[in-house]
T-cell receptor
Framework: AQKVTQAQTEISVVEKEDVTLDCVYE???????LFWYKQPPSGELVFLIR??????QNEISGRYSWNFQKSTSSFNFTITASQVVDSAVYFC????????????FGKGTRLHILP | NAGVTQTPKFRVLKTGQSMTLLCAQD?????MYWYRQDPGMGLRLIHY???????AKGEVPDGYNVSRLKKQNFLLGLESAAPSQTSVYFC?????????????FGSGTQLSVL
């Protein structure tokens, strides 16, 4: 069965610091998809990135970067030079390409960026 | 473009009452999902549907029923509400083709069961 673990429940950093959010996943499928979503204090869920299991290239989007390592079953998210607006709950999610069409989320990491 | 619309946005129920949450999407998506969000528990999948007339159980299906009579609508029912069902409920949809398509979420329904 698929599983997503976000071991960091809550993180606080001072503005402009870099911060990494960890995501470890479990799956039996060889083809699968990983996602990150952001939930700001307003409550909506905002898509950040998706990655399929055949693409291990790291991705950078502005201050955001993602490190996908199949060897450790991890898909970590780094925010560089954090800003107060980055304060939110961040969720990692997993979807398998097999017959099961579930999308399973981790418990989320609440990130506080302190001014 | 409305996207995914959930109704109602807020609801208070007494224990034992029933209600239906409606999710409507206008993107012609095949797949629809119901999640609940509780503090410290993240988003947990209740039920989902991969097409009109089909439904499947997620991680926490007990106490809920769903129906997908029309492609654009996915209903979540609580037959006899319990305080443990106090939560924020999110509906989501995606095309599903290819399977790495992202989810589009509704704005959520805050449900309190007293």
């Amino acid at each position: 069965a698929q599983k997503v673990t976000q071991a960091q429940t809550e993180i606080s950093v001072v503005e402009k610091e870099d911060v990494t959010l960890d995501c470890v996943y479990e799956t039996r499928d060889t083809t699968y998809y990983l996602f990150w979503y952001k939930q700001p204090p307003s409550g909506e869920l905002v898509f950040l990135i998706r990655r399929n299991s055949f693409d291990e290239q790291n991705e950078i989007s502005g201050r955001y970067s993602w490190n996908f390592q199949k060897s450790t079953s991890s898909f970590n998210f780094t925010i560089t030079a954090s800003q107060v607006v980055d304060s939110a709950v961040y969720f990692c999610a997993l979807s398998e390409a097999g017959r099961d069409d579930k999308i399973i989320f981790g418990k989320g990491t609440r990130l506080h960026i302190l001014p | 473009n409305a996207g995914v619309t959930q109704t109602p946005k807020f609801r208070v129920l007494k224990t034992g009452q029933s209600m239906t949450l409606l999710c409507a999407q206008d993107m012609n998506h095949e797949y629809m999902y119901w999640y609940r969000q509780d503090p410290g528990m993240g988003l947990r999948l209740i039920h989902y549907s991969v097409g009109e007339g089909t439904t499947a159980k997620g991680e926490v299906p007990d106490g809920y029923n769903v129906s997908r009579l029309k492609k654009q609508n996915f209903l979540l029912g609580l037959e006899s509400a319990a305080p443990s069902q106090t939560s924020v409920y999110f509906c989501a949809s995606r095309d599903g083709h290819p399977k790495d398509e992202k989810l589009f979420f509704g704005s959520g329904t805050q449900l309190s069961v007293l």
